[in-house]
């Protein structure tokens, strides 16, 4: 049987995989980026560690999920913020000339979502919302099977959705995005700034270095019983509750899948999102609109690069 590779690629680190055309991952390897030493040589580290996943095997197609900007058709990748120096480089074109199989590139958290949306939670719908809650929010919109790219790559930007006008400054430019309030980077700058204000917080007995706060310490806080951490955290989350009846009063999905860390605070955080979206969705039946979390973990990002693979110009 005829076998995906499946690459991830970002700014910290790189995952590669090799799986059978149902998503079951056979093989993999995780290596640092360390972005400094430039697109040339960190493309010949990923064609190395590749090659060594083939190992004779038949490939179908190579799948890559990269962070962007970036140009699925043409295969190149645009000038992405996490990855310094690779101005418009012919990422699938470098790849495909080695392997000569068919290469398909997108957008890393388009990819997380058809990853999920094919061999994760979201196996059983047509449409579908995946976001990413971490350092960041992105996401990606699947309606009647396909996947919603937009003009130049950029559908399903729904972390860049405006919640509040004259909110936080946001890292695209934008004051209030959903990603200034509820990201884990969100959290914690707006945490340090109240700290700033002359708030006190149990949170620094734990951590000297305000720097060092995270949005983690902030959710361990709240569960203590710390007024600071409660109010933040329970703002972010009402933020992001609204950001989510906002995609869902547009696009009416099936199911909304959230993944990332910020997940890992359990059932309370999905109940508390559900009653928000239940009150703030009032022209869509809510109750049929499953909100679930992401199954497939840390592999999300090589197993969405296997489905973007697998799918081709289909997706």
């Not at 049987?1 to 995780?30: C, P, Q």
């Not at 809650?133 to 992105?138: M, R």
Request: proline share 4%; with cysteine.
């Amino acid at each position: 049987m005829d076998k995906i590779i499946g690459i991830d690629i970002g700014g910290t680190k790189i995952a590669i995989g090799r799986a059978d055309i149902n998503g079951n991952l056979e093989d993999s390897v995780r290596f640092p980026t360390n972005v400094s030493r430039g697109y040339k040589v960190i493309v010949r580290e990923i064609i190395e560690k590749t090659a060594k996943l083939i190992n004779g095997h038949s490939i179908k197609a190579i799948g890559i999920g990269c962070g962007g900007p970036l140009d699925s058709k043409r295969g190149r990748i645009l000038s992405p913020p996490n990855l310094p120096g690779w101005d418009n480089v012919p990422l699938v074109e470098d790849i495909r000339s080695v392997f000569n199989v068919p290469v398909y590139l997108e957008n890393d958290a388009n990819a997380a979502a058809l990853g999920e949306f094919h061999f994760g939670a979201g196996k059983e719908v047509s449409n579908m919302v995946y976001m990413t809650l971490s350092t960041g929010i992105g996401g990606g919109i699947i309606l009647n099977n396909r996947l919603i790219h937009g003009v130049r790559d950029s559908g399903g930007e729904v972390g860049h959705q405006t919640i509040l006008p004259d909110g936080p400054l946001c890292n695209c430019g934008n004051r209030g995005c959903l990603e200034a309030l509820s990201s884990g980077t969100g959290i914690a700058k707006i945490f340090r700034e109240k700290l700033a204000s002359g708030r006190k917080s149990i949170v620094t007995e734990w951590v000297k270095d305000p720097e060092e706060i995270s949005a983690k310490v902030i959710a361990d806080a709240a569960k203590m019983g710390d007024p600071l951490a409660i109010e933040v955290w329970d703002s972010a989350i009402y933020y992001l509750g609204i950001g989510i009846a906002n995609i869902v009063t547009i696009v009416s999905p099936e199911m909304v899948v959230l993944g990332g860390s910020l997940i890992k605070y359990g059932e309370t955080l999905f109940v508390r999102i559900r009653e928000i979206v239940k009150e703030r969705a009032r022209l869509v039946p809510t109750e049929e609109i499953k909100i679930v979390p992401a199954r497939l973990g840390d592999d999300v990002g090589v197993l969405g690069a296997v489905a973007v693979g697998l799918l081709g110009d289909e997706r």
